[in-house]
């Protein structure tokens, strides 16, 4: 099935520089698809027109098949920087997540409990998330984008700033739950500058150029889960993604 | 008016001008002087700064300006004539200039990358190397910031100090040979005079001409100034060099915010936290911090003691009144904060959230806000007309004007530290209405608020001095301790005199620990 249709996105921030340039792509149900890209190419501008917080230019974003107008239900969306709200506890923030279900108030620290249960974060819901690390503190963002209930989780560079060994951890739990269908999030799309982080996630990796922005390639990955980063396989599919990447 | 007229009139405006910022220059060259060497003196003794700190720590928050028949009346005593008076002012200025700098200076060479101070004592540089290399160079931006606050603060007292010196009768006769107590020359004494005898235009023409040389200071000598000191700090840290006007504790709430417990009032949240000590290796330990407290009770004791022997019969016979008339200065200044608060949190929400414009009005509010409020008391008395209420709207809206400012500023400036992406979250998981206000919006400016507050009603505290006084001849407010303090300086009352400033410290000094202490304790559990 369908989840997301990037349909000839184009955007400039001025009259003068455009950042994308008609990006297309699909991503089905089940998969994950990750957007690769030098660094200031446009991949969290891309992102951020298919959460629908802002506009293209040009083309449109389709979500099950709607257009996309404005942040959606549905699309969820977790932040490089974790954007906690630093005045509220960690279990204020994941409630954030609940704001739009007509449930009570009760219910809502219930449930949110219970994420923060499950990402390890118990004891720290009286917290402010000034007393997390970087990894728990990504994990507060997880939970409360995973609390909106979302079909697609949208993510934009979300371990790049975490140590290798905390964001190993956590690409495991999003690999979890998107393979868990009991669980929300039925499709992933990932921004990433990190090749080996595209190739041991996606399903597929649309492969963007220097600003501006238009899509060089995208590479179908048919491996199965987990990968072994040192397989042969692994190996010449990274090599591919680099010729692509360097390719003018 | 004819052509020679009106130049006469400019010319009379800006000889008054220039007699005005000579005051300011002198003190503001004074303060910083001042201010770098005890600022360089707490930071590199142990000593010096257990003793200095806790000292700065009660003079900021007090109402210094309330102070100032007591101190006229004491240079006068000491220097009689006109060379008293005008010291008496600059004096005054300074006073109000002097605290930030010193803690501009004490704050820089705290934050002082330890390594710097490592790879000194490796290459063992003598102590006039170490302030020509490192002190002053890691000290100076921050003097040229805080010189810019100071200016604006400065300016409030200037031109304050100069009305309030003016006396009340003197403008009628010719030729301003104003009381013993006055400074002939000045902006203050020369607006005064103008909406005093009725002449619009050289009111007018006295406030634009203010304005101007508001801005020409900020271009000709801070904008240079800023410019020389900045060309050392590298460039990735990119250090503002607009909205200044009040470079304020907020910025540092986040940052710097010491951990539960070791708070001291506003200026502590000035500080950073500590990295090793510049000189040796010293670590303030919890004792130490416990002993700059003490020292503050010693003091607050001492002042009490003093009074205790000099006046209990003073005491008897005055403190009902004083308290009586705190009361009414105490809901003036608190209903009038809560105004200011109903109005600065909703623009200050527009600005931050709702405007992309937010910079150049701003700028607009700059330049407003470098009008001292008691310059335009005469252009509000001649609004409001007669009615009934006339000198407590007076009060009231002077009040607000010297103290709103100081929290818009402060917001505006906490909310540059605010996390990029607010707004976003907020969309994305739909926050909207009531739950967007509670949860995003008021939230992300309580620390402006805080910050912004304590200065706020500290400044309203200033202006009560002159916002109870000012038309007392015709309808003044009749109860207040802004009224208190100028009737006993008037009548001579020096005990009353006295009484009241100990009173209005006492409650300073209180509502800062009951108040603002633990509302940053808890802020400091958030942001740290
Ligand atoms: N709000 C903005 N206004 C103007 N230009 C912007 C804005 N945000 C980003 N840009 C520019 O758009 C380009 C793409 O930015 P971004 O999408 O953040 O890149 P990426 O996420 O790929 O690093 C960059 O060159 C950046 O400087
Ligand atoms: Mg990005």
Request: hydrophobic content about 50%; some cysteine; charged content about 20%.
């Amino acid at each position: 099935m369908r989840m997301v249709e990037v349909d000839d996105i184009s955007f400039m921030y001025s009259s003068a520089a455009k950042v994308i340039d008609g990006v297309s792509f699909t991503v089905d149900k089940g998969e994950f698809v990750s957007i690769l890209g030098p660094s200031g190419c446009g991949k969290s501008t891309l992102l951020r027109i298919i959460a629908g917080l802002i506009k293209p230019s040009k083309g449109r974003v389709l979500y099950m098949g709607n257009d996309v107008k404005g942040p959606t239900k549905g699309l969820s969306f977790v932040f490089q920087d974790f954007a906690l709200l630093p005045w509220l506890t960690n279990l204020q923030n994941v409630e954030l997540g609940f704001s739009l279900m007509d449930i009570t108030e009760e219910e809502k620290r219930k449930r949110s409990l219970l994420l923060l249960d499950k990402f390890g974060l118990i004891g720290f819901e009286d917290a402010y998330p000034n007393v997390l690390s970087g990894g728990m503190k990504q994990r507060v963002g997880i939970a409360r984008a995973i609390a909106s209930d979302p079909d697609v989780l949208l993510m934009d560079e979300p371990f790049s700033s975490l140590d290798e060994l905390t964001a190993g951890t956590l690409r495991n739990d999003i690999l979890f739950m998107l393979k868990n269908e009991d669980l929300p999030v039925h499709s992933v799309i990932m921004v990433t500058h990190n090749v080996e982080e595209a190739i041991e996630l996606s399903d597929k990796v649309v492969i963007l150029s220097e600003k501006p922005a238009y899509v060089k390639a995208v590479k179908d990955l048919r491996m199965k889960q987990p990968r072994n980063k040192h397989g042969r396989e692994f190996l010449k599919n990274m090599d591919s993604v680099y010729a692509v990447l360097a390719k003018d | 008016m004819d052509a020679t007229g009106l130049a006469g009139l400019i010319a009379s405006i800006l000889v008054n001008l220039v007699f005005s910022w000579s005051r300011m220059l002198i003190a503001l060259g004074v303060s910083v002087l001042l201010g770098i060497a005890v600022g360089i003196y707490a930071a590199t003794s142990k000593r010096a700064e257990k003793v200095i700190i806790p000292i700065i720590d009660i003079f900021q928050t007090l109402p210094i300006l309330s102070f100032f028949p007591f101190v006229i009346y004491i240079f006068i005593a000491l220097i009689p004539g006109f060379v008293g008076i005008e010291l008496a002012v600059i004096f005054l200025i300074t006073t109000s200039m002097l605290w930030n700098i010193i803690f501009g200076v004490y704050e820089a060479l705290n934050s002082i990358p330890k390594e710097y101070i490592e790879l000194a004592d490796l290459y063992n540089l003598s102590t006039w190397r170490r302030l020509k290399k490192i002190f002053f160079p890691a000290s100076l931006p921050y003097v040229v910031e805080q010189s810019m606050l100071s200016w604006s603060i400065g300016l409030f007292y200037l031109v304050t100090s100069e009305i309030f010196s003016v006396g009340t009768d003197a403008c009628q006769i010719a030729g301003n040979t104003a009381g013993i107590y006055s400074v002939k020359t000045g902006i203050g004494v020369a607006l005064t005079c103008y909406a005093a005898t009725g002449n619009t235009l050289g009111y007018a023409l006295g406030i634009i001409f203010f304005i101007l040389f508001v801005i020409a200071t900020r271009f000709l000598l801070f904008r240079p100034l800023e410019n020389y000191a900045n060309r050392y700090t590298r460039q990735s840290v990119q250090r503002k060099t607009t909205n200044t006007y009040l470079r304020n504790a907020a910025v540092r709430l986040f940052k710097y915010l010491e951990p539960p417990g070791t708070e001291r009032i506003r200026v502590r949240l000035n500080r950073p936290r500590r990295q090793e000590k510049i000189i040796a290796s010293r670590s303030a330990s919890p004792a130490e911090k416990q002993e700059s407290w003490r020292l503050k009770y010693v003091l607050i004791t001492l002042a009490l003691m003093i009074i205790a022997i000099a006046g209990v019969k003073y005491l008897v016979l005055y403190e009902l009144e004083i308290l009586r008339n705190f009361v009414f200065s105490i809901l003036r200044v608190w209903i009038a904060f809560a105004v200011s608060l109903a109005i600065s949190v909703p623009l200050c929400v527009y600005l931050i959230f709702f405007t992309k414009k937010s910079s150049s009005y701003i700028l607009l509010f700059q330049v407003i806000a470098s009008i001292p409020a008691t310059i335009l008391l005469p252009a509000i008395v001649a609004m409001m007309g007669k009615s009934p209420y006339h000198s407590e709207i007076i009060a009231f809206l002077i009040f607000i004007i010297s103290g709103i400012w100081y929290l818009i500023f402060s917001i505006m400036s906490a909310s540059k530290l605010l996390p990029a992406n607010i707004l976003e979250v907020k969309r994305i998981f739909g926050l909207k209405g009531l739950a967007a206000w509670k949860k995003v919006y008021v939230r992300a400016i309580v620390p402006g608020i805080l910050t912004g507050g304590v200065t706020a009603i500290a400044a309203e505290w200033n202006a009560s001095i002159v916002a109870e006084y000012y038309g007392s001849g015709v309808s003044g407010v009749s109860l207040g301790i802004g009224k208190l303090l100028d009737t006993s300086f008037a009548s001579n009352n020096l005990p009353l005199l006295f009484l009241a400033l100990v009173n209005l410290a006492a409650m300073v000094v209180i509502v800062n620990s009951l108040l603002w202490k633990r509302s940053y304790k808890r802020m400091s559990r958030i942001y740290r």
